[in-house]
């Protein structure tokens, strides 16, 4: 068994080492510092049967590096490590492909158990979950969200995308219930929180679909 361990503090990564020999005794643990690191590695060794990677990396946020796991090893499952409990952090994870969460603040124990589960190709989400499908953003949606984490007002952002103030306040509003807030404000810092980038507003990035 071979797994990546993905963390920039090396105390981490060591105690990490030491714990997955709860899977396997004779299991092959490889390390990186940063997510280029482990691109390189994940290259490397096809071999791989896991990564576990953590949520903020210095070089590439964390949905980032997901996303171009997801990429170029579509077959390789990664669990995220967070220090946060966020809940709407956690389904977001899984909504953007990973195979699993785990809190820093949890123990060895939980860590194994979930592990054992996604190597065995299983769901390691609660049923009530699966019965549940995980909200998500239009893509869209996501663009006005990157205005707005630009600082657009909703006129700047009608016309940009070529909608409709009314068509810019349904996606707004859209955007207030997926983070579950009540403001502009509290939507842009819980954006930030999850890794959206602002969109500058005279960009050719938000180009009509």
Do not use: W
């Amino acid at each position: 068994m071979k797994i990546l361990v993905v963390d920039d503090h090396a105390l981490v990564r060591e105690g990490l080492r030491q714990a997955l020999k709860g899977l396997d005794e004779q299991i092959e643990v490889l390390e990186a510092s940063a997510c280029a690191r482990a691109f390189e590695l994940a290259d490397l060794h096809p071999d791989l049967d896991l990564v576990l990677m953590d949520f903020m990396m210095p070089d590439l946020n964390g949905l980032l590096g997901l996303e171009a796991f997801g990429k170029s090893h579509p077959e390789l499952p990664v669990v995220m490590l967070t220090g946060s409990g966020d809940p709407q952090l956690e389904a977001h994870l899984l909504a953007r492909g990973a195979a699993g969460y785990l809190s820093k603040g949890g123990n060895s124990h939980d860590m194994l158990r979930l592990l054992r589960r996604v190597l065995a190709g299983e769901d390691p989400r609660p049923r009530l979950d699966k019965a549940k499908p995980t909200p998500h953003l239009t893509l869209r949606q996501e663009q006005v969200l990157g205005l707005l984490l630009a600082g657009a007002s909703n006129k700047i952002i009608s016309r940009k995308l070529h909608i409709s103030d009314e068509t810019t306040s349904s996606h707004v509003s859209a955007i207030l219930r997926f983070f579950g807030v009540e403001s502009r404000i509290q939507a842009v810092l819980a954006a930030g929180r999850l890794g959206y980038t602002a969109i500058p507003p005279y960009s050719d990035s938000t180009s009509p679909l």
